[in-house]
C-alpha cells in the first residue's frame, strides 16, 4: 500500500510563502501522476495542481493561476506545492494524492496522505 506524508504547513500572514513536500518512504514516485488538494473548512475537496510522470502539471483550481506552483524531484521521491502570495481564502488542509503508476493527471486518485493543514491569517 502506498502512503504519502505531507510536509510544510503552517501559519503565514497574507501574502507569503509556504512550501509543501510530499514523500513516500517505501514506493517509488517516479511513475505515478501527483496531486495536491485542499478543503478547506465547511467546504468540498477541490483539486489544486497535477504533476504527471514526465513533469508536465495541470492546474485544476483557477484561484491559484500565477501563485502556486507544482514540481517533482524523483530523486529525493517527492513532489512540491510552492504557494507563494498567499491568500486568507487559502486556509485549508492540503492533501497530496497519487493515482496508479502510470497514471495521468485525468485519472482517479487512489492514494492520499493525512494532510498538512495551512492557515493564512494576520
Known amino acids: 500500500q502506498l502512503q504519502l506524508v505531507e510536509s510544510g504547513g503552517g501559519s503565514v500572514q497574507p501574502g507569503g510563502s509556504l512550501r509543501l513536500s510530499c514523500t513516500s518512504s517505501?514506493?517509488?514516485?517516479?511513475?505515478?501522476?501527483l496531486g495536491w488538494f485542499r478543503q478547506a473548512p465547511g467546504k468540498e475537496r477541490e483539486g489544486v495542481l497535477c504533476?504527471?510522470?514526465?513533469?508536465?502539471?495541470?492546474n485544476y483550481a483557477d484561484s491559484v493561476k500565477g501563485r502556486f506552483t507544482i514540481t517533482r524531484d524523483n530523486a529525493k521521491n517527492t513532489v512540491y506545492l510552492q504557494m507563494n502570495s498567499l491568500k486568507p481564502e487559502d486556509t485549508a488542509i492540503y492533501y497530496c494524492?497519487?493515482?496508479?503508476?502510470?497514471?495521468?493527471?485525468?485519472?482517479?486518485?487512489?492514494?492520499w496522505g493525512q494532510g498538512t493543514q495551512v492557515t493564512v491569517s494576520s
Open positions: 494524492a497519487a493515482a496508479g503508476p502510470y497514471s495521468t493527471c485525468a485519472d482517479e486518485y487512489d492514494y
Open positions: 517505501r514506493y517509488t514516485l517516479d511513475y505515478y501522476a
Open positions: 504533476i504527471n510522470n514526465s513533469g508536465a502539471s495541470t
